[in-house]
């Protein structure tokens, strides 16, 4: 499976950023979708995640402000990202699991100015 993600660019503050996975087979047959994010010197963090049955989750600095979703006949995941902070700027990853694998993209930099 390969992910090419994109969407990733300079915002100021409070803007808003539109993060695209476009992966190479179907992503209705992945168990999960995610997107996660690093920053030089930290782990990388799970930022949203959504099951193949449709659950999702989010970890908790971004609830409210980003929602994820997918779009099975385009074989998408988004990350769509509003009123984003400084403390967002990373880098941005989707990742793919299916069965005991995990299939990454290559990231896109996300930068919020303030």
């Known amino acids: 499976v390969q992910l090419q993600a994109s969407g990733g660019g300079l915002v100021q503050a409070g803007g808003s950023l539109r993060l695209s996975c476009a992966a190479s087979?179907?992503?209705?047959?992945?168990?999960?979708m995610g997107w996660y994010r690093q920053t030089p010197g930290k782990q990388r963090e799970l930022v949203a995640s959504?099951?193949?049955?449709?659950?999702?989750n989010y970890v908790d600095s971004v609830k409210g402000r980003f929602t994820i979703s997918r779009d099975n006949a385009k074989n998408t995941v988004f990350l769509q990202m509003n009123s984003l902070r400084p403390e967002d700027t990373a880098v941005y990853y989707c990742k793919a699991q299916l069965g005991y694998y995990e299939y990454w993209g290559q990231g896109t930099q996300v930068t919020v100015s303030s």
């Open positions: 087979r179907s992503i209705s047959s992945m168990n999960a």
């Open positions: 959504i099951t193949g049955g449709g659950n999702i």
